[in-house]
């Protein structure tokens, strides 16, 4: 299955999760009619927390649809906002610090000991040890978007 078909449908269980309202109209006539009101999902998905690829918009990401090699479940934490993909800038190996530039925006990227290195790289001194600057990557961890911000527990280098 196609983690973009994936995305579709787990948008769409969640949409019928949400609660139904039973309600009774009356008509004109004075007929009572009774159904059930379900609420609709115009956007499931907020803007910057996993909604899909969008050409009008490219701040709207999905990691989903990129050949990268990240595994299904990695792109599904990061199209739900627990992370990024994008090119490393201002990529710091002695301070061990880099700037993420994905698509529009930029987040300086913050490791600790317990951050995880995946693909290219399987540890920081591999990872800060050659120059990363244009390297695509993906960060998964809390993004702060206030401060553009992106705490990685988990570095994949493709």
Request: proline share 3%.
């Amino acid at each position: 299955m196609k983690p973009t078909l994936l995305a579709l449908l787990t948008a769409a269980l969640l949409a019928s999760c949400a609660p139904k309202e039973d309600t009774t109209t009356t008509t004109d006539t004075g007929t009572a009619t009774t159904g059930t009101n379900e609420p609709t999902v115009a956007n499931p998905v907020a803007e910057g927390e996993g909604a899909t690829d969008n050409a009008a918009d490219p701040g709207v990401d999905s990691t989903v649809t990129n050949a990268d090699d990240a595994t299904v479940g990695e792109e599904i934490d990061m199209a739900v906002g627990d992370g990024l993909e994008g090119t490393v800038t201002d990529f710091d190996g002695t301070a061990k610090t880099f700037t993420l530039n994905e698509n529009d925006a930029n987040y300086a990227v913050t490791v600790d000991d317990a951050t995880v290195f995946e693909g290219g790289a399987t540890t920081a001194d591999e990872f800060f040890g050659t120059d990363r600057a244009a390297a695509k990557i993906a960060v998964e961890g809390e993004i702060d978007e206030a401060s553009s911000t992106l705490k990685a527990n988990k570095i994949t280098l493709n």
